[in-house]
């Protein structure tokens, strides 16, 4: 079985991008669920109603997110009408939302997708490990096929989850820096690993933001407002193919696809 993961998407251009592109790099690579970071979607930070839809329509079959799932209040009536949008799983409880959740492909293969947020240099959060464990013993109980999206700044805390639970789930992957790391492997227990998918959106930017805007913020130190950029569109991700008896990885590799060239992957 293979498995899409999509980087951050950001604005209307990783959205539009990815309508384009997606039905084609489903086809060409035999895709049989896609799991894609939706958290910057509308406007750059945040989800609506209408955006989170657009992603369900392009062919994404969960929507995680992180520390900007909150910037949007639309997203309170995604979760309560949907569950295919989760928050990461380690905000206190009684938090809106979900977490961790069970899904099924088209072929009816179960798989449990986990949504972590990081606790190194981001704002205050229950242990990710602690959560991701507790976690990974509650899906366990349904299906061997896990995935793992660990939304975090700090590399190194992102290494640290991958052997935390490698065995443990399928794959584990970083999402947040909007920049794709060249790490992709199958650590020693099977679990597939990525630092960071990187970003669906605008590469002639900083991150996906208008790099005038950033320089002037860095040159100044003063307020800025930062818009999303518009040029160089770009989907960033992985692909990960799961033997379904076992959940074990059988492998992994870096996906880039460019708005103006064929597509193609590492």
Known sequence: MNILLIGDITGSPGRDILKQKLPSLKKKEAIDFVIANGENIAGGSGITVDTFEELLAAGVDVVTSGDHIWKQKEVLTVFDNETQLLRPVNYPEGTPGRGAYIFH???NITIGVINLLGSVFM???????????????????????????????????????????????SCVFGTHTHVQTADERILQQGTAYITDLGMTGPFDSVIGRKKEQILERFLTHRPVRFQVAEKDIRINGAIVSIDDKTGKALSIKRVQVAEDKDLHSQ
């Not at 990974?136 to 793992?148: E, M």
């Not at 590399?155 to 935390?164: L, N």
Request: hydrophobic letters at 40%; glycine letters at 6%; one cysteine or more.
């Open 105 to 107: 492909t088209k072929q």
């Open 123 to 169: 704002g205050p959060i229950d242990c990710p490990f602690r959560s991701a464990a507790k976690a990974v013993q509650q899906l366990k109980n349904d299906t061997k096929i896990i995935f793992v999206d660990f939304h975090a700044e700090a590399t190194s805390e992102k290494v640290a989850m991958g052997w935390h639970l490698d065995g443990l789930v």
